[in-house]
């Protein structure tokens, strides 16, 4: 087996369909699943169940992958070995991020790691989805909650809250809840329920087991920005609640606790830049941990 078939195979592995491989790799569809059958007869065993929706591995399939990841691990890292140990880090990292953490959060603060690193390039994806590390779709993920699927080591960053919020000028008008069950009456903030990502996320009960949207916005900033207007009350994170905000705590006794956790894919965790950003997320965020309550 040569490495550009290697690479080829991971390719296909981690999109788990040969169209997205395609056109990862810039190379013809069909051209990439000739090449792949190829590699199963050179190797004597079907790595791949082709399906009309995509591709899945065998156990054979597996294996390989596995093989493969830490060969290309081995590479990356023999690779910075080489380079000048008194060279700066560079390279191109992609960080993903909820939003709230990464807009309210990270992008202030990203100049910092510039001063140490100035040939590093940062790729910021703030967006509220989640990221498959194993497609490469992010070299660092920050996820709500503790990851427990895919080969990933995960460090938690930090725990923080979140509690009712609302303008100064809705709650004049509308009244400002007295109990629990007063929110019924009331206007209400939060996610698109089709499009929350993760479990972690769906909190609205704990607030108010009947609570309903009246005004649905699927990200954290977005939820910040409605309740400032005066849309109605809003489940916010604490730390993007700042003095001018111009927002009012409603019940200020209810709160919930998530947590931040930083995950990279085990094969690359021994490289320079990603041991590098990494280190600096949790040095910034450990610096901060007040802000996070």
Known sequence: MNWDDARLFLAVGRHGQFLAASRALAINQATLSRRISALEKDVGSKLLVRRTNGCELTDEGKDLMRALERAESEILVGLDKLEDHDADIAGTVRIGAPDGFGIGFLASRLGALYENHPNLTIELVPVPRSFSLSQREADIAIMVGRPEKGRLVARKLTDYQLGLYAAPEYLDRAGRPQTR???????????????????????????LRTWRSNLAISSAAGQ????????????????????????????????????????????????ARISTVNDFLLHMVSKERALFG
């Open 181 to 207: 069950a007063d929110l019924a009456h009331h206007r209400l903030i939060g996610y698109v329920e089709e499009l929350i990502y993760t479990p972690s996320l769906d909190y609205t009960h704990e607030f």
């Open 224 to 271: 910040v920005e409605a309740a400032r207007g005066g849309a109605g009350i809003a489940i916010l994170h604490d730390y993007l609640v700042h003095p001018d905000s111009g927002l009012e705590p409603v019940l200020p006794e209810l709160k919930i606790s998530r947590s931040y956790w930083l995950a990279v894919h085990e094969s690359q965790r021994n490289l």
